[in-house]
C-alpha cells in the first residue's frame, strides 16, 4: 500500500466539498493499492473548524489571521504536520484566489516533490503565470466542470466523430448583490465574473477542443465587452486589477467575449458571464442587440425550472433578494454527416440536473454513469491522486499547466480587450438589486 498525504488549504464551501470528495475516492484508490490519508486542514474560521465531520484522522490548524498573512504556508506545513522538504503529498487550496500564487510558490519551492492542486483561479495577473514554467509539471486547477457527468458525455461523443463548430456558453449568477451588501461573504472572489465565472466555460472549451485538435488549438479574441461593473469598488488591493496601459480596473459584474480557437480547424465560440442574475443579464443582452437566454432556451422547448436555479441570496438583508443561477452551453456542430445542435446544462441544484438535448431530435442523450456519481470534485481527486502515484506527466491533463495557461491567458486578454471601451451599463443602473427582490 502507498500512502498519500493530503492538505486542506481553507475549509469554506470548497474545502468542505473536497473533505467529502476524498472521503468517497478513499475507497476506490485502496482497491488499487494506494491509501490517501488527510494530514491536516488549515483555517482562519473557528466555527468552520468545529464543523469538521469526523471522516478521516488528521489535524486542524486555526490559523490566526488568515492563509494569506505573513507566516508562509510552508512553515506552517513544517511546524504544525512536521512535513520535511523531501515528503510527497498533495495541498488542495481553498483560500481566496489572491493567495493561490503565493501559496503556490511557497509550496512547490519548499515542497519539491509535492503536488499542488488550487481552487480556481489560481492565477489573477497575468505576470503570475511566469510560476507556471517553473513549478508546472507540480500544479494542478480545479476546473471542475471539466468532470461534469455532461462533460464526460460530450468526450465520448467527440470520440465517436462529433465535430464541433461553434460554442456559445452562459454562466450567470447573482453574487454582485452579495459584493455589494456584505463583502466579507465572498472576500475570496477576485477579478470579477469573468475570473469567478467565465474562466469555468474557457477551460470547458480548451478541454473540448484539444480533445477535438491533434494539435494545441489556440485562442484568439476577438470580441469582448464589459456589460458593467460593479457600482463601488469590490475590495481594496489584491480587489483592483490594473491593466496593460496602467489604467486602474475594478471588477466586472457582466461581459461578453468572442474567441476563435485555431487548431485542426477554426471554432468560433462565445462567453456570456454575469453576477447580476439572469434576468437583468438577459435585458443587457437584448439591449445590446444579443440573444436572451431564456428566449432561446423557450424556443427548444426547456422550462426555467429545468435549467434557472432560484433561491434566497443568504441571510439577513440578502435574504430578501434572489439567487439566480445558469450554466448553459449550446453546441452547434455535426456527426455522421448531419448537422448537430446540442443544449447542455452544466448546473446541478435540487430539482436541476445536467442534461444534454439534442435539438434536431428532441431527446435528451443519456448521460451514462460515472464512478462517483455526481461528484466531480471525487473524479478530480481520483484522477489527480492516481496520476501523482503513477508519476504521470500532469502538465497535458485537463487540470495541468498547459490547460491552466492557455485559460488564464485568453482571461486575461479578454480583460484587457474590453478595458480598451467603457461598459455598456453604467454601473448605478446595471447592478439593480430590486431586479431580484423577494417578496417575504
Not at 481553507?10 to 475507497?27: E, N
Not at 488527510?38 to 486542524?60: I, Q, Y
Request: a negative charge; one cysteine or more; charged letters at 20%.
Amino acid at each position: 500500500m502507498q500512502r498519500v498525504g493530503v492538505v486542506l488549504l481553507g475549509y469554506g464551501r470548497m474545502g468542505r466539498a473536497a473533505h467529502v470528495a476524498l472521503g468517497q475516492v478513499s475507497a476506490d484508490l485502496e482497491q488499487a493499492g494506494i491509501v490517501p490519508q488527510l494530514l491536516g486542514v488549515f483555517e482562519a474560521d473557528e466555527s468552520l473548524l468545529g464543523s469538521l465531520p469526523v471522516l478521516m484522522e488528521g489535524k486542524t490548524v486555526l490559523v490566526g489571521s488568515g492563509l494569506s498573512a505573513a507566516v508562509p504556508v510552508s512553515r506552517m506545513l513544517q511546524q504544525e504536520l512536521g512535513l520535511r522538504p523531501e515528503d510527497e503529498f498533495l495541498v488542495y487550496d481553498a483560500t481566496s484566489s489572491h493567495s493561490h500564487q503565493q501559496n503556490l510558490i511557497d509550496i512547490c519551492q519548499t515542497f519539491p516533490r509535492a503536488l499542488y492542486l488550487g481552487e480556481k483561479p489560481i492565477f489573477t495577473r497575468r505576470t503570475q503565470l511566469a510560476a507556471l514554467e517553473l513549478f508546472g509539471p507540480s500544479v494542478l486547477c480545479d476546473f471542475v466542470e471539466s468532470q461534469n457527468e455532461a462533460t464526460l458525455k460530450l468526450l465520448e461523443l467527440q470520440r465517436e466523430g462529433l465535430r464541433i463548430d461553434r460554442l456559445r456558453f452562459w454562466r450567470l449568477n447573482s453574487i454582485g448583490l452579495v459584493k455589494l451588501f456584505d463583502r466579507q461573504k465572498r472576500v475570496g472572489v477576485t477579478g470579477g465574473a469573468l475570473l469567478d465565472k467565465g474562466v469555468h466555460d474557457l477551460a470547458l472549451a480548451s478541454v473540448l477542443l484539444r480533445n477535438d485538435s491533434e494539435g494545441n488549438a489556440s485562442a484568439t479574441v476577438e470580441e469582448a465587452t464589459n456589460f458593467a461593473m460593479l457600482p463601488r469598488p469590490a475590495s481594496t488591493g489584491n480587489g483592483a486589477r490594473v491593466s496593460t496601459n496602467g489604467t486602474s480596473l475594478g471588477e466586472a459584474a457582466a461581459g461578453y467575449a468572442k474567441l476563435r480557437w485555431g487548431g485542426s480547424c477554426d471554432v468560433d465560440s462565445e462567453f456570456r458571464y454575469s453576477w447580476v442574475g439572469v434576468e437583468r443579464f438577459d435585458e443587457m443582452c437584448v439591449e445590446a442587440g444579443q440573444p436572451s437566454l431564456r428566449d432561446l432556451l423557450e424556443r427548444f422547448g426547456l422550462e426555467e425550472d429545468a435549467w434557472l436555479a432560484r433561491s434566497p441570496l443568504g441571510p439577513g438583508i440578502l435574504n430578501r433578494f434572489e439567487q439566480q443561477e445558469a450554466r448553459i452551453l449550446l453546441l452547434d456542430g455535426a456527426q455522421r454527416g448531419r448537422p448537430v445542435q446540442l443544449v447542455v446544462n452544466f448546473l446541478r441544484r435540487p430539482g436541476i440536473q445536467p442534461f444534454i438535448l439534442d435539438v434536431g431530435t428532441d431527446s435528451f442523450v443519456e448521460l451514462g454513469e460515472h464512478r462517483y456519481s455526481a461528484n466531480s470534485l471525487a473524479r478530480i481527486f481520483d484522477a489527480a491522486i492516481r496520476g501523482y502515484v503513477s508519476q504521470q506527466p500532469l502538465s497535458c491533463s485537463p487540470l495541468g499547466a498547459r490547460v491552466i495557461h492557455q485559460v488564464h491567458s485568453a482571461t486575461f486578454d479578454i480583460q484587457d480587450f474590453a478595458a480598451a471601451s467603457k461598459p455598456l451599463f453604467p454601473a448605478t443602473e446595471s447592478v439593480n438589486p430590486h431586479l431580484h427582490y423577494v417578496e417575504n
